[in-house]
């Protein structure tokens, strides 16, 4: 996959094509009574089959696109093996955090998609620009802009709501959430946000051979300790989830999952500043949660999402559009 082959406004386009039917898919599958449980699937339950099948097909890719080329590597035998650097293995623990956070807070019973995605959202535009600071990176009008819109917006969908008003696991989702993706983009912008293709391929590598195990490995734990009823939603989406015909969509939410975290790594490793790249591939995500939102209330039945969530994500609509065209019309784009 050659990362010049498209603008980076095309990229964000395939990331916003490939997480409508992954969100879509997700809300369904845990709001759909499960013909064996009589009752939707909870979000713990669906998640260790759609990071194992995450897991399996970014490997899958890896290995057949020949990313893996460009890692750090040792030979065993006649086998060279990609390892990851101190820094990217930092990454893979913060990288791990996002995966399953980003599935895990789709699926919180009243709580609608659009505003758990407008809190967690606003959370990472809001660091994206000390990040830069941090390293010495010029944020450039547009990109402050965008970021005083995006507040905007996380104010009028708060103060719709009367407040945060999030279950414990739900604010502990969007902490750990906003932690990781910290840690992400130090690691990014002090290893490979500078163009070379060779050093976002080796980036993304090295980050997903921790990242992916280590997320699953995490969520095995939880029921292998016998904690509570969590323990025990994990164990039936470890074991039993593999033999019920709920499966296949699990199937879907993986790919699409593996997927997205190729074009997001593309977006997020471009070298202009997080304070530009981190918008337009957030908001891209908000946009598709609210647009799965308002198809499944369509056709499914399922809650319209609130009139200020709505004027919420327009707000991110228009902030995608100013950063997508402020840098043509100034001339100053990198």
């Known amino acids: 996959m050659a990362r010049r082959a498209f603008t980076l406004e095309a990229w964000v386009g395939l990331y916003l094509a490939l997480y409508l039917p992954n969100v879509m898919i997700t809300r369904f599958v845990t709001t759909t009574p499960n013909a064996a ?49 101190r820094l990217t293995f930092l990454s893979g623990l913060g990288t791990a955090l996002v995966l399953f956070t980003v599935p895990l807070s789709l699926t919180f019973r009243g709580v609608s998609i659009p505003f758990i995605q407008l809190i967690m959202r606003g959370d990472i535009l809001i660091i994206a620009p000390l990040v830069d600071l941090l390293f010495g990176r010029r944020v450039r009008w547009w990109s402050w802009a965008a970021l005083a819109m995006v507040a905007v917006a996380l104010l009028i969908t708060l103060t719709d709501r009367g407040g945060l008003k999030l279950p414990p696991l739900a604010i502990l989702t969007v902490m750990l959430y906003t932690l990781g993706y910290f840690v992400r983009l130090a690691v ?37 300790s016998g904690l ?102 100034s001339g100053r784009r990198d």
């Open 188 to 224: 990014m912008n002090r290893l490979s946000k500078d163009g070379d293709p060779a050093a976002l391929r080796r980036y993304f590598v090295e980050e997903k051979i921790i990242a992916l195990p280590l997320s699953v490995a995490a969520l095995a734990a939880i029921p292998a």
């Open 37 to 85: 449980l009589g009752r939707p699937l909870t979000g713990l339950e669906t998640l260790p089959a759609s990071l194992i099948f995450n897991w399996a097909f970014t490997y899958a890719f890896i290995w057949l696109s020949g990313w893996h080329r460009d890692a750090h590597a040792v030979r065993i035998g006649g086998l060279r093996l990609p390892v990851p650097t």
């Open 228 to 329: 509570g009823g969590q323990a025990g939603e994990l164990g039936h989406g470890f074991l039993a989830v593999w033999r019920d015909p709920v499966i296949w969509p699990l199937f879907w939410i993986g790919l699409t999952l593996a997927a997205i975290g190729v074009v997001a790594v593309i977006i997020l490793l471009d070298p202009n500043e997080n304070a530009y790249c981190v918008p337009l591939e957030r908001a891209a995500s908000l946009v598709a949660g609210v647009g799965g939102a308002v198809l499944l209330a369509w056709f499914y039945g399922a809650r319209m999402p609130r009139p200020a969530e709505l004027l919420g994500a327009g707000i991110l609509i228009a902030a995608i559009a100013l950063l997508s065209l402020a840098p043509r019309l």
